[in-house]
């Protein structure tokens, strides 16, 4: 009996994982940069305002905007991945990254800032982050590894915001605010060469994931009530992680801490949240990743009440950013595990950017009422207690999600 068809299929698997692996690494460091650089910005928010003359909320509202459009371009930069493949996207949201950080550096008045800080940067994102990301190494990985590989490359990414805090710190007081956005606009193109390795092969397994149209898909996720519990409850961890990002640095600096807390508030947040993001994909695949969500979002409301409400110091911020960092990302490669086993993997970019939509409308209020209630308050009080209440109203809606694959048919009323 001849070996030579066992023999090929046994290369064929080996040359499919050497490539999935390859993916991996390629995928997690390009969230590393991407996800590094953006968590970063807000040690940019007092230097550039004070330097041009504008109150906090100008700042706040044009990231709010660059999360609004990240959000609303997500599901269809998702939708043209999951047709040509990720690659390609990567390479084009990398050159828009790229363009919005120069532009940014630029004395270009506060329109120009809205559109390189707010709308470059917004479409950028969403073609560097995980929903192209996760879709491509999700198409490349077994069902049962989807979840521990996307717990893998959020690690390698939570890395990369724990390793650019203080590079762009040190980057800004070597260089000043500008030639720090220039810099990080040349580590930028480091994505354009690694995005080679995330190319899917149109030919190869994952040109075979069967699953209904991107058409079928979509009706059948939005008459999902699973599906939209999911969103809803994103959209607290939108919320809670723009608002941390950008205003914790200027918040503890009101109460007198020395901007180098804040940065290492920051630095630890990302550090920890390797150990948080690889645990939820590890544990994602042995429990129900509802539950999971459900214990995350209450974490979360308990660290940040116990900040807020007992006296700050150095050594309670650093506490935050250890217990906050446990909760930071790790909802989403649980959030996508569970849009991956309601709805399969084949449109799984643009069903992951449809859920990520409403993650960036609570990104955009993070980030713009934190500035819009200091500037007419004098306070973050508000904005910390909305964080709070949004955490319990997330729980509860994730507590009654089934992880069981829907009917996507039936769901159309085509059964």
Not at 116 to 137: H, N, Q, R
Not at 182 to 192: D, E, F, N, P, R
Not at 287 to 306: C, D, E, Q, T
């Amino acid at each position: 009996m001849s070996t030579q068809p066992a023999a090929a299929a046994s290369t064929t698997v080996q040359a499919n994982w050497k490539a999935a692996r390859a993916m991996l690494v390629a995928g997690a460091i390009i969230l590393a940069i991407s996800l590094g650089i953006r968590h970063a910005f807000g040690l940019f928010l007092q230097p550039i305002s004070m330097d041009n003359g504008w109150g906090r909320e100008t700042f706040a509202l044009a990231i709010a905007l660059q999360n609004l459009v990240w959000g609303i371009s997500q599901p269809f930069t998702g939708m043209v991945s999951d047709r040509i493949g990720a690659g390609k996207v990567i390479i084009a949201g990398a050159l828009l990254y790229i363009a919005g950080l120069l532009l940014m550096s630029m004395p270009l008045g506060t329109v120009g800032f809205m559109l390189s800080a707010g709308v470059l940067i917004g479409l950028g994102l969403s073609g560097t982050t995980f929903p192209i990301v996760f879709g491509a190494i999700s198409r490349a990985v077994p069902a049962e590894k989807r979840s521990l590989a996307m717990g893998m490359a959020m690690s390698v990414g939570s890395f990369g915001q724990f390793v650019m805090l203080p590079g762009a710190l040190g980057l800004m007081n070597g260089l000043g605010w500008q030639g720090a956005l220039i810099a990080l606009s040349c580590l930028s193109g480091a994505i354009v060469a690694l995005a080679a390795m995330m190319m899917e092969r149109r030919d190869g397994p994952q040109a075979s994931t069967t699953g209904p149209s991107a058409g079928q898909a979509l009706r059948g996720a939005l008459a999902h009530r699973g599906f939209w519990l999911l969103s809803l409850g994103f959209f607290a961890c939108g919320f809670q992680v723009v608002f941390i990002a950008v205003h914790l640095p200027a918040f503890l600096g009101d109460r007198g801490l020395n901007p180098a807390v804040a940065t290492t508030v920051l630095a630890l947040i990302g550090l920890v949240n390797i150990a948080g993001t690889y645990f939820a994909g590890l544990w994602g695949g042995r429990y129900p990743k509802p539950r999971m969500l459900v214990l995350i979002y209450l974490g979360r409301a308990a660290a940040i009440a116990a900040f807020v409400y007992l006296p700050i110091s150095a050594w309670s911020a650093y506490a935050f950013g250890i217990t906050m960092g446990l909760f930071w990302l790790s909802t989403v490669p649980l959030t996508n595990g569970i849009v991956a086993s309601l709805f399969g993997v084949k449109n799984m970019s643009m069903l992951g950017g449809l859920v990520f939509f409403m993650h960036q409308v609570g990104s955009f209020l993070g980030g713009w009422l934190g500035g819009l209630l200091y500037d007419r308050y004098g306070s973050y009080d508000a904005a910390w207690a909305m964080a709070i209440g949004l955490s319990v109203i997330a729980a509860l809606l994730n507590w009654p999600i089934e992880e069981k694959a829907a009917d996507v048919a039936v769901a159309t009323g085509r059964a």
